[in-house]
């Protein structure tokens, strides 16, 4: 059965949120959005033909959505989810802005046991969730090490402990920063005008969990960039992922080395559309592409899981990335920010979150 969402945020995410839930019309109707822009309002109405509200609550007594997504400004996010769950509605929200822990935690109380969910997908693009999969099916033993470059602050943070799946256990963070330089590449508003050398701060830290050591690595300009690569490394004692390249031992004296790599559809004389239908390695399928009959880019199936997830967790299910979960990404993000500027090392402590 269909569900209905809402979305509040009409800017660069919240419409990118809207065009896969239409892409998703089998699992979802958009019951409306908010803007308080009248020129975008109209736009949302004849691209999408979606209702739109500039009241987001008002908009949730009129839908009476299963869920709500709020995508407004990151110091927008925080407020207007909290007002959502004191209703009782079940919320999906962006990763707000927390600035402190203090903050933090009043988010934390304001939210209290309504059903809610971050919504962060870098851990469920494609190419990620093939590695998990390899990385906790012991296929190269136990991990205790992740280098993560791929995304900024508690995103590249929240991969990192998908990976070495360290819980709330404390950590002590040591972390640099260094102030580099990258030619200007494409962004949400397209392909670069002119040719520009800009600064590329870079922030390096390490993660200590005692067994376990997560390396973080990012620049601001690694995001979207064609001349940086994003990057995953992950060591087990019996071998390691690194990138597309898996390595293991078959028996002590049998290494072996596979591609992790897509099927692909559309291509030669395939009909079928175009995407891929799995990711395969060591001659096994480790992920399944859930729309690959739609032309979706990994950051929208990804986007796509989350919401999929989210109604199948206000339909009793499991929360796939909970508000503990992305509160203490977040936290430990400000720890690695004072890290690098004090440069010393900073010792997280466990918070009420945790409990």
């Known amino acids: ?122 851990h469920l693009q494609p190419m990620q969730q093939a590695r998990l999969a390899i990385a906790q099916s012991g296929l190269i033993g136990g991990v205790f090490e992740a280098q993560i470059s791929l995304a900024q602050c508690y995103h590249g943070i929240s991969v990192m402990r998908k990976f070495l799946d360290t819980g709330f256990a404390p950590v002590t ?75 293991y031992l078959d028996n002590l004296t049998t290494p072996m080395t596979s591609a992790i790599g897509r099927y692909q559809i559309g291509q030669g004389e395939c009909l079928e559309g175009i995407g891929f239908k799995t990711i395969q390695a060591a001659g096994r399928v480790w992920y399944q592409n859930p729309f690959e009959k739609r032309p979706l880019i990994d950051d929208e199936i990804a986007v796509g899981s989350c919401l999929v997830k989210m109604g199948q967790y206000v339909a009793g299910g499991s929360c796939f990335y909970s508000l503990a979960q992305g509160l203490e990404d977040q936290y430990l993000s400000r720890l690695m920010e004072q890290a690098a500027q004090q440069d010393g090392a900073v010792v997280s402590q466990r918070q009420r979150w945790a409990q």
């Not at 110091?75 to 990763?95: D, N, R, S, Y």
Request: proline share 4%.
């Open 173 to 247: 963070i040591r972390a640099k920063e260094f102030q580099g330089r990258l030619i200007a590449g494409p962004g949400r508003g397209g392909d670069p005008e002119k040719e520009e050398i800009q600064p590329d701060p870079q922030t390096l830290a390490w993660f200590d969990f005692g067994d376990k050591l997560g390396v973080f690595d990012n620049s601001k300009g690694q995001i979207r960039s064609w001349v940086r690569s994003q990057r995953t490394l992950v060591y087990g004692d019996r071998g390691e992922i690194n990138g597309d390249q898996l390595r």
């Open 1 to 122: 059965m269909k569900q209905k969402l809402c979305i509040v945020g009409s800017g660069w995410r919240g419409q990118f949120i809207l065009k896969v839930a239409r892409l998703l019309e089998d699992h979802f109707d958009v019951g409306g959005i908010v803007t308080r822009d009248a020129q975008k309002a109209q736009m949302l109405r004849e691209r999408y033909s979606v209702a739109v509200y500039s009241d987001y609550l008002d908009m949730v007594r009129t839908e009476k959505p299963d869920f709500v997504c709020v995508a407004a400004s990151t110091k927008a996010c925080a407020q207007i989810a909290a007002e959502l769950c004191k209703t009782g509605m079940p919320v999906l929200m962006e990763t707000a802005y927390l600035e402190n822990l203090t903050q933090m935690l009043e988010f934390y109380d304001a939210v209290g046991k309504t059903p809610f969910a971050f919504m962060e997908q870098y």
